[in-house]
């Protein structure tokens, strides 16, 4: 009988030590430390998206990508040096991933009205992205906040973790299971392709030799993207790149994905139904979208004495 008391005690104290590791995160965390902190980040980003509306995506891709890499640490943000192998240089990341002159300013900013580094640059990845779409009119929600920095990154799990714009639709599921991710957050989080621009290299393959694509949509992005050269030249992910809509999965309904990956979401399979609802909803999509994103920020955070908070978000301390 002693045993089983002692049994049902133990149990009730794991799952309160669990509750406790959850709610580490909570959205009034700077609100005593520094109440200043998200408010200065918000007018970074905004004056930021106000000398070029591609920031936002780009902001919003470098939250994206930190997470799917070992949590939402700032692994991302992280230089080559002798012991550090940085994310950087991955393949989703090299010469592609951008925005961090604009997180070095917020950072520096931040810190400034602060006092001192009390505000981590993981936060301010997962806080810059909300702000982002809210600046080019997408959702607004809560940022769960108080992760920690991490000390270390990998170029290794990033080339394994970050999805890639080749990847057909039980890929793209696998991947996003293996971070906690459901069907319903891969599509509504591939929806942040509503804003920014891809890279020629990233969609050659789907306008030469895929077939589930418009005729005519094909021959406008051949004509900037040529078989071989030219890997760098841009074309919007949907129509209106600088305004968070439902556009994108309009576009996917008429066969007009850039990404083969985008495609993806809609070629037969179990999205098709949830493409569809968005492309009709973007009071639905927005919703989810902003549901999806707060999922996202709790994957794997650093908090209470693991990680650190960087003074620069470049270094280790």
């Not at 000398?51 to 070992?70: P, Q």
């Not at 576009?251 to 990404?259: Q, V």
Request: hydrophobic share 35%; glycine share 6%; proline share 4%.
């Amino acid at each position: 009988m002693a045993s089983r008391s002692f049994l049902f005690i133990y149990v009730l104290v794991m799952l309160s030590l669990a509750g406790m590791a959850f709610s580490d995160l909570s959205d009034d965390f700077y609100d005593h430390i520094c109440p200043k902190a998200l408010p200065t980040i918000k007018r970074v980003v905004e004056d930021a998206v106000r000398k070029e509306r591609r920031m936002g995506a780009s902001l919003l891709r470098l939250h994206f990508h930190d997470c799917f890499v070992n949590g939402c640490d700032a692994s991302i943000l992280l230089d080559q040096t002798s012991t550090i192998n940085s994310e950087k240089t991955s393949r989703a990341n090299n010469n592609s991933a951008r925005g961090f002159e604009v997180i070095d300013k917020i950072k520096s900013e931040v810190d400034k009205i602060c006092g001192r580094p009390v505000v981590s640059c993981a936060d301010i990845l997962a806080v810059a992205a909300r702000d982002s779409v809210v600046a080019l009119h997408g959702p607004s929600w809560k940022v769960k906040l108080g992760r920690r920095d991490s000390t270390t990154a990998s170029r290794t799990a990033a080339n394994d973790n970050i999805p890639t714009p080749f990847m057909d639709l039980p890929a793209l599921i696998k991947n996003f299971k293996k971070q906690g991710l459901d069907e319903e957050d891969l599509v509504a989080l591939s929806g942040g392709h509503t804003l920014g621009f891809a890279q020629c290299f990233t969609f050659r393959n789907r306008i030469y030799n895929d077939t589930n694509i418009d005729p005519t949509f094909r021959r406008q992005r051949q004509a900037n993207c040529p078989r071989s050269g030219g890997d760098s030249n841009l074309a919007p992910l949907d129509p209106t790149p600088a305004l968070f809509d439902s556009k994108y999965f309009s576009d996917l309904r008429s066969k007009k994905g850039l990404l083969h990956s985008d495609q993806a979401l809609f070629s037969g399979g179990k999205t098709d139904d949830l493409v569809e609802k968005y492309s009709k909803n973007l009071k639905m999509f927005s919703k989810d979208f902003a549901e999806s994103m707060i999922k996202m920020g709790d994957i794997k955070p650093l908090t209470g004495k693991r990680g650190q908070i960087r003074v620069n978000c470049r270094k280790v301390n």
